[in-house]
């Protein structure tokens, strides 16, 4: 009988309860034990480790649609890779994560995390070394190489279309603009998936240099005097700081444009998880429990072509653009970027909305 331990890391997103409430399901189906590690490595790290027995009354279906994560992401400020290695006592933190996981006694973990999350468990796979270590990928931001899809990013593509459709109504009431930010950081998925459902009249992402003069036309030549523009936190305007909404905000009132700006934050990583995301999570616990049977380890489960499969961790650093932090040596991160040739680009130039100085 296997041991098997759940471990959510990162920032939350809905999707994390689903992944969750069916890996327990399908290990309990295959007679092993489950435990599920509070508050990521901060749990783990703790003497005893914090964790606890897990089951499907733990865990009720009904709650498993819920955003956030019922086993918790973590504390801000507790000891983490990151601040590890800032302290120069990654080998510490490693030994603790060990002894944690030697207390549990796990056959395997999976881990259901980011880039960064993922990235760190790669660079300290030693520590790692006497268990199965299955990554299942989750994100909003949808930056994450060789998986077509990341839990949690079509709950917020909904949730940051919802909150446009709210705003579409009172914009056309006051004959006014809507310049809305949304998250993702340096990747542009989010908002271009919700600025194409809504229908926005510009959608702005870091991906594509834009001209500001031909944003400010655009909007003046547009057929309604009311709409909104989707701008991605990630994107930036030369010689002004700020939050990019309001940068953008700035420059239309300078050009006699009315305008409000509007800030979604962290509602988009929350709402009643939605029925792709349900399935994706339900497809990738099913995939990780498989790899746990087959023996498989150092393995992310990802959507290719319409499939689930595992890749190889090794694989999944190799293919993103990876970007090194001076100050964490062990910190890589993988991104992969909104891509010239992505079909959602077309349709919005073809839709007349402006997004950007597209080639
Ligand atoms: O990576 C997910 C994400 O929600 C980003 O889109 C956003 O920039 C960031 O996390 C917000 O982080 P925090 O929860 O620390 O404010």
Redesign the pocket.
């Known amino acids: 009988m296997k041991r098997l331990g759940i471990m959510t890391t990162?920032?939350d997103?809905s999707g994390l309860n689903t992944a969750i409430h069916r890996i327990v399901r399908g290990a309990t189906l295959r007679g092993w034990h489950v435990f599920g590690i509070l508050d990521g490595t901060d749990g783990l790290c703790a003497n005893p480790p914090a964790a606890i027995r897990l089951n499907d009354m733990t865990l009720p279906i009904e709650n498993a649609r819920l955003a956030g994560s019922f086993l918790h992401n973590g504390h801000a400020g507790a000891m983490n890779f990151e601040t590890a290695a800032e302290a120069g006592r990654v080998k510490q933190f490693n030994k603790r994560l060990q002894d944690g996981l030697k207390q549990l006694k796990l056959d395997a973990l999976i881990l259901i995390g980011?880039n960064g999350s993922l990235s760190l468990a790669w660079s300290n796979r030693e520590t790692y070394r006497d268990l199965q270590l299955i990554c299942i990928p989750k994100?909003?931001?949808m930056d994450m190489p060789l998986t077509e899809r990341t839990i949690g990013f079509d709950t917020a593509v909904q949730q940051l279309t919802s909150f446009c459709d709210q705003l579409m109504l009172t914009a056309r009431s006051h004959h006014r603009w809507f310049v809305v930010q949304a998250?993702?950081?340096d990747c542009g998925q989010?908002a271009l998936h919700a600025g194409v459902a809504i229908g926005a009249s510009a959608i702005l992402i870091p991906e594509i240099k834009f001209d500001i003069n031909n944003l400010i036309s655009h909007i003046k030549n547009a057929q309604t005097d009311y709409g909104i523009i989707v701008v991605s936190?990630g994107i930036s305007l030369r010689g002004h700081s700020g939050r990019p909404a309001d940068m953008i905000s700035r420059k239309l009132t300078a050009a006699g444009i009315t305008n409000r700006t509007a800030f979604p934050e962290?509602t988009?990583?929350a709402g009643d998880t939605t029925a792709a995301d349900r399935i994706l999570a339900t497809r990738f616990a099913d995939c990780a429990l498989d790899a746990i049977a087959n023996n498989e380890t150092y393995v992310m489960t990802a959507l290719i072509d319409g499939d689930v499969h595992t890749v190889a961790l090794s694989d999944f650093i190799a293919s993103g653009d990876i970007v090194r932090d001076p100050k964490i040596p062990d910190l890589m991160t993988s991104n992969a970027y909104v891509s010239p040739d992505n079909p959602l680009l077309s349709v919005a130039h073809d839709m007349g909305i402006y997004i950007g100085e597209k080639k």
């Open positions: 990162g920032g997103c980011g994100t909003i931001d998250m993702g950081r989010l936190e962290h988009q990583r």
